[in-house]
């Protein structure tokens, strides 16, 4: 089964200013409207003084209510990509993007869907609310933290869906400026009585761990960590912390002898195999400067096709089964199993 190009040329038709230094893009990628789901993201890669970089993005629209595919991109200080994207990109312009990947999606469950987002992880969280709100009975409530009203990203979109959805959508705008840094007491007084509800969190690493530590349960958290996999960080039915923090660590690895041979456009190398090293880090061990970008196993940016051996995945969650039998391989998770060929598409 032939895979589409990793990458592929969308247009922007339209750019919505959110804030000062958010931006919402309307894309509409060149050979057709792209199938995703609430929540995931696109990796953009874009050229800047001659350097390839790769950002992932996450969807503010959801597939069930917007007609537009729209991701929402905010300005980071010292951030190559988003600042070259607010600076440079203009509607009709094209850009390079993935398709959709990602975990960070709703899940099965009874009571409501509960958010915090921090900053612009709204992005993905109002994706999720969105769909939850058109596709299921659930109730979604809210809580996003901004440093002051100025930064609130979607502040008339809420309101908007808040009147739509009367009596099942609940949204919280906590301010720094006015009320100090979210602590874990505001948190806990939030989700209140539904400690037994999912929650999904997106934001800054220090916001995302103090509303981890203050959620215990017995519901799970998923994170959205911008790029990295969606693991539940606590669950009922969880074995012990150590167990929980061992997801994903690679095991102990047996002496293995063999070559690990890449070809990547016209560079053809061959390195020795380094027993528990992923065929990214082999590429560049070999001096080759493959892409990238979560190294988390979600965005298959780093995506390649074995065409002779075998190597094992730490972490899959961008690939599907079809593929993989297919030979394709996310060189960031994959770990040699003997030597190996590989070609990057």
């Known amino acids: ?3 589409p190009p990793l990458f592929q040329r969308a247009t922007v038709t339209r750019i919505v200013k959110e804030t000062d230094d958010a931006r919402t893009y309307v894309l509409v990628p060149e050979d ?30 959801a597939p069930e209510t917007d007609t537009e595919m729209m991701t929402t991109i905010k300005r980071v200080p ?15 312009d094209q850009v390079e993007i993935t398709r959709p990947a990602g975990t960070f999606l709703l899940r099965q469950g009874e009571g409501p869907v509960i958010g915090f987002a921090g900053g612009s992880g709204i992005t993905p969280l109002l994706s999720i609310a969105k769909s939850t709100l058109a596709t299921t009975d659930r109730d979604v409530r809210l809580l996003i933290a901004d440093r002051d009203r100025n930064a609130a990203i979607f502040d008339a ?3 908007e869906l808040v009147e739509k959805y009367a009596g099942r959508l609940t949204v919280v705008r906590h301010f720094d400026d006015d009320l100090g840094l979210l602590t874990p007491a505001g948190a806990l007084e939030f989700i209140g009585a539904d400690t037994a509800s999912d ?21 799970t ?23 929980a923090a061992d997801i994903g660590a690679p095991a102990a690895a047996a002496p293995i002898e063999g070559t690990v041979s890449i070809r990547l456009g016209g560079q053809r190398v061959s390195v020795p195999l380094n027993p528990g090293e992923t065929l990214l880090e082999s590429a560049r061990r070999a001096g080759l400067a493959p892409p990238f970008s979560c190294e988390a196993g979600n965005c298959a940016t780093c995506i390649a096709k074995i065409t002779d051996g075998s190597a094992t995945m730490r972490v ?16 960031c998770q994959a770990v040699p199993d003997c030597s190996i060929k590989v070609r990057y598409e």
């Open 157 to 159: 979109v809420t309101d």
């Open 199 to 219: 929650a999904y969190l997106c934001g800054p690493e220090a916001f995302m761990d103090m509303i981890e530590s203050a959620l215990t349960g017995p519901g």
């Open 316 to 331: 899959n969650d961008a690939l599907s089964d079809d593929e993989i039998a297919d030979g394709y391989t996310l060189t």
């Open 1 to 3: 089964m032939a895979r």
């Open 32 to 61: 057709g409207p792209f199938t995703y789901q609430a929540g995931q993201f696109c990796t953009f890669k874009v050229d800047v003084d001659g350097t390839s970089l790769y950002r992932s993005y996450s969807m503010s629209s």
């Open 221 to 243: 958290v998923y994170s959205e960590r911008f790029g990295a996999a969606a693991e539940p960080v606590k669950a009922a039915d969880a074995e012990t912390p150590a167990a």
């Open 78 to 92: 010292g951030g190559k990509v988003s600042n070259w994207l607010h600076d440079n990109l203009a509607e009709g």
